[in-house]
């Protein structure tokens, strides 16, 4: 009886429970730039006592992942993994393979990651690695979001998450690199791509000379906050695959992560 109650209840409830939802991502994009509802960004800020824009990471790593390591990651992926159709209007066009940020392939690589991002989100870290294959799209997908063509910040959890891209490959422009926006342009352009899937043509807008390329050589790695800069892959002619490891404060705790022990050698606290 109780259990009815509770339902109707929630029924009857259910236009203030939307309104209060959407505000809750009102009051993020028009005050703080971010797509992530502003509850959240509250929890992150006062948990961690690091504003948006000293959170907002966007760096090239001085270490890199070796052709021995990328070979033997791409070996255990072929003969392991299990691939996963990604997309949205059609999911034939990429995939991504899990991989268990313990596994031994991969953990060192987790941990000089960790390093990487400040001691104020928690003295554990949720971590995921997925390994993505993206193939080339026909032109009426281009502006569509296909694969994370578009433009976007990922707004599922507040204002702190951290990626970590590797190149599998060696990477030019024409093999569609992954491409960024730093905070300050993204605040500056924030009009222009904040709504996803909104604008055919404001969603693929190339913003010229304020965009980033992560193009290099195979092994090369990168470390961006998503969560507070725009992003999204670009098509290449044929295809290429990438590495992303995704940190998530401790506070974060996702059912798809592990739980990862903070590595405090070389660190400092902010």
């Not at 259910?14 to 005050?31: A, E, G, H, N, V």
């Not at 961690?48 to 992926?77: C, G, Q």
């Not at 390994?131 to 976007?152: A, C, K, Q, R």
């Not at 705790?253 to 739980?259: E, V």
Request: charged share 25%.
């Amino acid at each position: 009886m109780n259990s009815e109650n509770n339902l109707n209840n929630i029924k009857n409830h259910r236009p203030f429970i939307y309104f209060f939802s959407r505000l809750d991502y009102l009051l993020s994009r028009s005050f703080l730039c971010l797509l992530s509802r502003f509850s959240d960004n509250i929890i992150d800020f006062i948990r961690s006592s690091v504003n948006i824009k000293e959170a907002s990471l966007v760096k090239n790593l001085k270490f890199k992942l070796n052709k021995e390591k990328i070979n033997n990651l791409l070996d255990w992926a072929d003969e392991y993994g299990e691939r996963i159709p990604r997309g949205t209007v059609n999911k034939k066009y990429s995939s991504s393979i899990k991989i268990d940020p313990k596994n031994k392939l991969i953990y060192d690589l987790v941990i000089k990651g960790s390093r990487e991002i400040s001691l104020n989100y928690g003295k554990n870290l949720w971590v995921n690695a997925l390994l993505y294959d993206i193939e080339s799209i026909p032109s009426e997908y281009y502006s569509v979001d296909t694969y994370s063509n578009i433009w976007h910040q990922d707004s599922h959890d507040g204002y702190l998450v951290f990626k970590m891209f590797v190149l599998m490959q060696d990477v030019s422009e024409k093999d569609g690199p992954f491409i960024y926006l730093d905070r300050e342009n993204t605040i500056k352009y924030w009009r222009l791509a904040r709504d996803r899937n909104s604008d055919a043509f404001n969603s693929i807008h190339p913003l010229k000379g304020l965009s980033k390329s992560f193009t290099g050589s195979r092994g090369d790695i990168m470390m961006i906050n998503t969560a507070t800069c725009f992003h999204r892959d670009s098509v290449p002619k044929s295809s290429r695959k990438i590495l992303c490891i995704t940190y998530f404060p401790e506070w974060r705790k996702h059912s798809d992560c592990i739980k990862i022990k903070r590595d405090y050698i070389n660190q400092n606290k902010k």
